[in-house]
């Protein structure tokens, strides 16, 4: 995935929203990447990392290390999946995909890792 700075064109397009209606949505005019216009706005990974360390923090009380590498490993495939593009991913997406990426990584539940986001 490319790191597009990203800049919305003076111009918007028609998209499909899921209830069937168009709606105009102002797009990146270098990658033409769609941006997210919703209330659901993603977050940056700070937010991500601070997450995972109060998921280790409570599993190291339960005596379950998780360990430093551990960590760079999820914060790497969540960046590298472009999950950090909070011009156009969406908390919700986020969410999901961090999810599925930390029950690769660590062995825990994926509600427990939901809780922490
Ligand atoms: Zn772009």
Redesign the pocket.
């Known amino acids: 995935m490319d790191s597009?700075?990203?800049?919305s064109s003076s111009r918007k397009s028609w998209l499909p929203l899921t209830i069937g209606l168009l709606k105009l949505h102002p797009y990146?005019?270098?990658?033409?990447?769609v941006k997210n216009v919703s209330s659901d706005k993603g977050k940056n990974t700070g937010y991500f990392v601070n997450s995972l360390n109060e998921l280790k923090r409570f599993l190291e009380k339960k005596g379950y290390k998780v360990s430093q590498s551990q960590i760079r490993l999820i914060v790497k495939e969540f960046e590298g999946k472009g999950l950090n593009d909070v011009?156009s991913v969406s908390f919700s997406m986020q969410k999901n995909e961090f999810v599925k990426i930390v029950k690769k990584y660590i062995r825990v539940s994926e509600e427990t890792i939901a809780s922490f986001v």
């Open positions: 597009c700075s990203h800049m990146c005019e270098k990658c033409g990447a011009y």
